[in-house]
């Protein structure tokens, strides 16, 4: 880590392989002061009332699965992850 008073604080240790936050889904983890929480579960399809673009209609039970792994999300739930690890302000 890297500590000075004109720097920020650095979460690099200078190791090759990089850096990680929580060694288990299990482990908690907040941003922004928000209260840590440990890796979402499976989705729980959140619908929220999308606001349509000005061509093309937002269908709320869409997922997606950024093409890694065979869990798909809907944007409600990755939203719902953002806000709850403080990424988003709620």
Known sequence: MTFGTDLPKQ????????????AAASD????????????NGAPAGNVH???PGTTTAAYVNTTYDGSIGST???????VAALKTLGILKS
């Not at 798909?72 to 990755?78: C, E, I, Q, R, S």
């Open 72 to 78: 798909a999300y809907t944007v409600g739930d990755l």
């Open 28 to 39: 908690k983890i907040g941003f922004f002061g928000a209260t840590p929480v440990a890796q």
């Open 49 to 51: 009332t999308p606001t």
């Open 11 to 22: 979460l690099s240790d200078q190791n090759s392989l990089g850096t990680q936050l929580g």
